[in-house]
């Protein structure tokens, strides 16, 4: 029978979910021998914590340097142990890892207070088997290529808006844009109402510090300041998905949709449902993983277009002309050189040897894209923009990771790539860009984006 959350439980569902999935609670794991772990700063942990959190890109690159391929960081609480590697052959070590011993749901858990238990990021084993497996069949490319027209539809839309000489941040209007794709294709929502109430919820809950992603390991912080307002507005998000669940479930073409959740809703797992909360969990997930990451990736390669007379003209031409393989490379080649996210990780529940080095259980470990994507001996000059890279071949397996990898990968991946070819299209077939200043990244949330929004100027 399907569980279906009423408007008063919503409140409470969310406090729950806050207090029960404290990213440094509620999960035992064994205490670590930290001896004979790989070489890392003797610093304090707060302040290890603080610089991979907070200033990734200095930090990590610094860390590479100073220890080499392998080096641990230890986090709050209590020190546990982030084991980061480097190199294209541990990564491939780490994805082909037994998901029955590599655990992505305890290493992602500091998400756990926003995704929820049942989001896909969190799962492992069967749950997470059964979880992709529902997802899957609205993310295959007969699914792709049905909701292209109706990404091209929103970009168009976006892109009409502006006008020739206008400056702009890339970043602010990629992100409306692809929130706008998500609450569409995802969520499907048409009703101006609802979408202009779920808008600045969904912004709330992306634009987080990573001070309070810290604070999320005390609870008690919850009740003042920042982490108090991120709960509440947590509260009124789940007020809007949950109503849109309702009232899903109750539309009488449910069967002809073609939006994920009504997907969703459609499927039965073994003649058992998916409950309003599970539904909830994996629309989160979507929104929030499928959001900001393709919207971050869209304003740089904007951003590196710009910077570049002979650049712009290749990829204008190349959007006048259909040419979606150069497009899709000029996408790839921002994903490798801007990373959105810095390391995939896995948490041991056994004791495993990677690249020579035995690892205790309970230790957390991951290849670090920021690392495998600037190496020059997995790309040459991995400072410059590059596309080219990516034209009629890919970089070296597991040099070029932005969507992770093994059974883990990205299921949003090609909707992703599919997305910003689109977008990358429609705006260059429209108008040309140039880049207004420099630029570097900072972090928001667990990601990183342009510190300066990426800005450019319509010509």
């Known amino acids: 029978m399907t569980t279906r959350i009423e408007t008063d439980e919503v409140a409470e569902l969310a406090a729950q979910r806050y ?69 294209p052959e541990h990564a491939k070590e780490i994805f082909a890892g037994d998901p029955e011993v590599f655990h992505a749901g305890k290493g992602n858990a500091i998400l756990g207070p926003m995704m929820g238990e049942h989001s896909l990021l969190l799962q492992d084993s069967g749950e997470h088997r059964r979880a992709r497996k529902l997802l899957m069949p609205a993310f295959n490319g007969h699914a792709l290529h049905g909701y292209a027209a109706l990404v091209t539809e929103v970009a168009r839309a976006e892109v009409g808006s502006w006008h020739r000489g206008q400056e702009l941040r890339a970043l602010d209007r990629m ?84 939006d994920v959740l009504s997907r969703l809703i459609c499927i039965e797992d073994s003649g058992d449902a998916l409950t309003d909360t599970e539904l909830r969990d994996q629309l989160v997930t979507l929104l929030l993983a499928g959001h900001e990451t393709t919207a971050t990736a869209l304003a740089w390669a904007l951003y590196e277009i710009g910077r570049d007379p002979e650049l712009r003209t290749r990829s204008r031409e190349a959007a006048r002309s ?115 200043g420099d630029d570097e990244p900072k972090v928001r949330n667990i990601t990183s984006v342009p510190r300066r929004g990426a800005r450019i100027r319509l010509g």
Request: charged share 25%; proline share 9%.
């Open 19 to 87: 207090r029960s999935m404290s990213p440094f609670g509620g999960r035992i794991l064994p205490p670590i021998d930290r001896s004979a772990l790989p070489p890392g700063p003797a610093w304090p942990v707060f302040l290890q914590s603080l610089g991979l959190l907070r200033f990734r890109h200095r930090f990590v690159p610094w860390l590479h340097r100073r220890y080499g391929d392998v080096f641990t960081v230890r986090l709050i609480p209590q020190g546990r142990p982030l084991v980061l590697f480097t190199r």
């Open 175 to 258: 992100n409306s844009l692809t929130l706008e794709v998500i609450l569409r294709v995802v969520f499907g929502v048409s009703d101006e109402a609802r979408l202009t109430a779920l808008r600045p919820r969904v912004n709330r809950s992306v634009d987080i510090s990573p001070v309070v992603l810290l604070g999320w390991g005390w609870p008690k912080l919850q009740r003042f300041g920042p982490w108090k307002r991120t709960v509440d507005n947590a509260i009124e998000l789940d007020r809007l998905i949950y109503a849109e669940i309702r009232e899903r479930r109750q539309a009488p073409d449910l069967t002809e949709r073609t």
């Open 322 to 436: 259909g040419d979606e393989v150069w497009l899709d490379a000029v996408l790839k080649e921002s994903m490798r050189l801007h990373p959105v996210i810095p390391m995939v990780v896995r948490t041991l529940m056994k004791p495993v040897t990677i690249g020579g080095w035995e690892l205790p259980a309970g230790t957390t470990i991951g290849p670090s894209i920021l690392i495998a994507h600037s190496r020059d001996d997995n790309h040459a000059d991995p400072e410059v923009f590059r596309p080219e890279r990516f034209l009629g071949q890919n970089p070296p397996t597991n040099t070029w990771i932005p969507f992770g990898g093994g059974v883990r990968r990205c299921i949003g991946a090609g909707f992703s790539l599919m997305e910003g070819v689109a977008v990358l299209r429609e705006v260059l077939t429209a108008y040309d860009v140039a880049a207004v």
